[in-house]
């Protein structure tokens, strides 16, 4: 009796033991947390809405919208004081460069890209985004309160537009269109409120001359879009509106765009409302020490209209057989070449690139020239190393620009005028003087010979975040396809895609010979109390 059960002791301890333990592990590794529902109110929904029209002074006819500015400082005082200490009328700020590149002043007025390469010299097209009034050229006083436009971004009847080519200007009597009539103040002024995601979008959905072309993750589909394309914004899911994120206190603004931006503080972050542990699951909020949220919950951007990917400028300037500007269209409908721009190359549903990222870029500045090809126009920080890095998704826009070919610095170009015969490319097609009059605007030399060159932007994606079922699954990571997301992301160890042949088989030949000698010690124990 005693030997029957000494050998079932040792059939429990030698097999059934392990193989509990070993399902214990996987079933309860492999367990998930259910995450907490997460109930949010939407600000426009708890703020009360003051009633404009009861105003007296919004009575009067404004001639001038100007006119109507300083009507809303009469009530609203210092509001300008706070809005002229603001990027987004400064379109520059005092900022720290990384790598020890010192303490320069930039922003979106002096910074080059490489969609239009930059605003200075082309005003009237690019100061249409601006909060102001009338910035056509060096002469606007930054100091004057009446030039702030008010109702760019606290109209909320829909109806407020500036027109194009006007340098942030509305129309006048003299030069409406259908498209762009003289606005009613009136209405609009009696109909104001808090910043609809319509008056953000009127800007940050058109960057690059028209919708999705730069950021690739904001658009005017948006506005009404299912929670597919964005769970925050969509109409049938939160209605959210951008300052539900980016919070504003004294007119400023949270958030950053790194095209412009520099230095890691004044973010708008995901944890401010889902906290560093949203998943109830200690295994996947590990992750947040080295993984954005933004990297699994934004698997595709461009979900609803495709985005500019390439931009060669250097095939630009091409006519017809009549000398006529020349459109040309992609399979898709959108413009593959224009005479005026060059050639584009759209996409949609984009699987993002993926880069350490720490909150902090540099700049290629007036002045920086050429050492690497392609160029980076801003450069993205990070490492693994680095404890302030994440892994963020990002879209790249690749390009060919125009550069100085004696001085290798990246050049400005005036693109726009109001009509032909100014020198701008737009209108007379003609490179040589359309750069010697970008560069003189901005007092930098120019030797008179130019040539293109490759560069990249670096736009880290924060919008168009996925319902849960349709995030990153951990083996769309975890895995040693080539197809991998993080198959290209170097310099660490990621589990499930990197690996030592001679660890590994070291490794499974431990586990083989362990398992191997604790049968045979079994077996010799069982034959040793038979004798």
Same mark, same amino acid.
């Given at each position: 009796?005693?030997?029957?059960?000494?050998?079932?002791?040792?059939?429990?301890?030698?097999?059934?033991?392990?193989?509990?333990?070993?399902? /214990?592990?996987?079933?309860?590794?492999?367990?998930?947390?259910?995450?907490? @529902?997460?109930?949010?109110?939407?600000?426009?929904?708890?703020?009360?809405?003051?009633?404009? /029209?009861?105003?007296?002074?919004?009575? !009067?006819?404004? @001639?001038?919208?100007?006119?109507?500015?300083?009507?809303?400082?009469?009530?609203? $005082?210092?509001?300008?004081?706070?809005?002229?200490?603001?990027?987004?009328?400064?379109?520059?700020?005092?900022?720290?460069?990384?790598?020890?590149?010192?303490?320069?002043?930039?922003?979106?007025?002096?910074?080059?890209?490489?969609?239009?390469?930059?605003?200075?010299?082309?005003?009237?097209?690019?100061?249409?985004?601006?909060?102001?009034?009338?910035?056509?050229?060096?002469?606007?006083?930054?100091?004057?309160?009446? $030039?702030?436009?008010?109702?760019?971004?606290?109209?909320?009847?829909?109806?407020?537009?500036?027109?194009?080519?006007?340098?942030?200007?509305?129309?006048?009597?003299?030069?409406?269109?259908?498209?762009?009539?003289?606005?009613?103040?009136?209405?609009? /002024? !009696? =109909?104001?409120?808090?910043?609809?995601?319509?008056?953000?979008?009127?800007?940050?959905?058109?960057?690059?001359?028209?919708?999705?072309? @730069?950021?690739?993750?904001?658009?005017?589909?948006?506005?009404?879009?299912?929670?597919?394309?964005?769970?925050? &914004?969509?109409?049938?899911? !939160?209605?959210?509106?951008?300052?539900?994120?980016?919070?504003?206190?004294?007119?400023?603004?949270?958030?950053?765009?790194?095209?412009?931006?520099?230095?890691?503080? $004044?973010?708008?972050?995901?944890?401010?409302?889902?906290?560093?542990?949203?998943?109830?699951? @200690? %295994?996947?909020?590990?992750?947040?020490?080295?993984?954005?949220?933004?990297?699994?919950?934004?698997?595709?951007?461009?979900? /609803?209209?495709?985005?500019? &990917?390439?931009?060669?400028?250097?095939?630009?300037?091409?006519?017809?057989? =009549?000398?006529?500007?020349?459109?040309?269209?992609?399979?898709?409908?959108?413009?593959?070449?224009?005479?005026?721009?060059?050639?584009?190359?759209?996409?949609?549903?984009?699987?993002?690139?993926?880069?350490?990222? =720490?909150?902090?870029?540099?700049?290629?500045?007036?002045? #920086?020239?050429?050492?690497?090809?392609?160029?980076?126009?801003?450069?993205?920080?990070?490492?693994?190393? #680095?404890?302030?890095?994440?892994?963020?998704?990002?879209?790249?826009?690749?390009?060919?620009?125009?550069?100085?070919?004696?001085?290798?610095?990246?050049? =400005? %170009?005036?693109?726009?005028?109001?009509?032909?015969?100014?020198?701008?490319?737009?209108?007379?097609?003609?490179?040589?003087?359309?750069?010697?009059?970008?560069?003189?605007?901005?007092?930098?030399?120019?030797?008179?010979?130019?040539?293109?060159?490759?560069?990249?932007?670096?736009?880290?994606?924060?919008? !168009?975040?996925?319902?849960?079922?349709?995030?990153?699954?951990?083996? #769309?990571?975890?895995?040693?396809?080539?197809?991998?997301?993080?198959?290209?992301?170097?310099?660490?160890?990621?589990?499930?895609?990197?690996?030592?042949?001679?660890?590994?088989?070291?490794?499974?030949?431990?586990?083989?010979?362990?398992?191997?000698?604790?049968?045979?010690?079994?077996?010799?124990?069982?034959?040793?109390?038979?004798?």
């Amino acid at each position: 009796m005693n030997n029957i059960l000494q050998k079932i002791t040792s059939f429990l301890v030698v097999l059934v033991l392990p193989a509990l333990v070993i399902f /214990a592990t996987v079933h309860f590794g492999n367990k998930r947390g259910i995450p907490e @529902k997460f109930e949010y109110q939407n600000r426009a929904d708890i703020e009360k809405k003051v009633d404009h /029209a009861e105003f007296e002074i919004l009575q !009067q006819e404004f @001639k001038r919208p100007q006119d109507l500015t300083a009507a809303c400082l009469s009530c609203h $005082n210092k509001r300008d004081d706070e809005l002229m200490a603001s990027a987004h009328w400064r379109w520059e700020r005092e900022t720290t460069l990384p790598n020890g590149r010192g303490t320069v002043t930039i922003g979106k007025k002096n910074l080059i890209n490489n969609f239009c390469a930059s605003a200075e010299s082309n005003n009237g097209s690019c100061m249409r985004c601006h909060i102001g009034y009338d910035w056509k050229d060096k002469t606007f006083d930054f100091e004057d309160p009446t $030039n702030l436009d008010c109702l760019v971004c606290h109209d909320n009847t829909d109806t407020y537009k500036k027109r194009k080519g006007g340098a942030g200007m509305p129309s006048t009597a003299e030069n409406a269109t259908a498209e762009f009539p003289v606005p009613d103040y009136n209405y609009v /002024a !009696q =109909n104001v409120g808090k910043p609809l995601k319509e008056n953000c979008g009127f800007c940050h959905f058109h960057g690059g001359g028209g919708n999705n072309v @730069k950021h690739g993750d904001l658009e005017e589909a948006m506005l009404n879009c299912s929670r597919y394309v964005d769970v925050h &914004m969509a109409k049938a899911g !939160q209605d959210m509106s951008c300052n539900d994120c980016h919070l504003t206190e004294r007119h400023n603004i949270t958030g950053r765009a790194y095209s412009v931006s520099s230095e890691n503080n $004044n973010r708008a972050y995901c944890e401010s409302c889902h906290t560093n542990t949203p998943h109830n699951d @200690k %295994v996947i909020d590990m992750h947040n020490h080295k993984v954005a949220c933004q990297t699994c919950h934004i698997p595709i951007y461009a979900k /609803a209209n495709p985005t500019v &990917m390439y931009w060669d400028w250097s095939v630009a300037g091409r006519t017809d057989e =009549n000398g006529n500007k020349i459109t040309e269209y992609d399979v898709n409908h959108k413009y593959s070449y224009l005479s005026i721009k060059g050639k584009f190359v759209w996409d949609d549903n984009v699987k993002p690139d993926y880069m350490w990222f =720490n909150g902090t870029a540099d700049h290629f500045l007036y002045g #920086d020239t050429i050492s690497e090809i392609p160029v980076k126009i801003n450069t993205l920080m990070g490492s693994y190393e #680095d404890q302030d890095s994440k892994i963020w998704p990002v879209k790249i826009h690749r390009g060919k620009q125009p550069f100085d070919v004696e001085t290798k610095e990246i050049v =400005n %170009v005036n693109v726009f005028a109001e009509k032909p015969g100014q020198g701008a490319f737009w209108e007379d097609l003609r490179w040589d003087t359309a750069i010697q009059i970008g560069m003189a605007y901005v007092g930098r030399y120019y030797s008179g010979q130019h040539d293109f060159v490759s560069t990249e932007m670096f736009w880290p994606l924060n919008h !168009q975040v996925s319902p849960k079922e349709h995030t990153l699954k951990c083996t #769309d990571c975890h895995t040693r396809s080539e197809d991998g997301r993080l198959a290209n992301l170097a310099g660490f160890y990621l589990p499930g895609r990197d690996y030592a042949k001679g660890v590994d088989y070291t490794g499974f030949a431990i586990i083989i010979i362990s398992l191997l000698g604790v049968v045979l010690h079994s077996v010799m124990r069982i034959v040793a109390r038979k004798n």
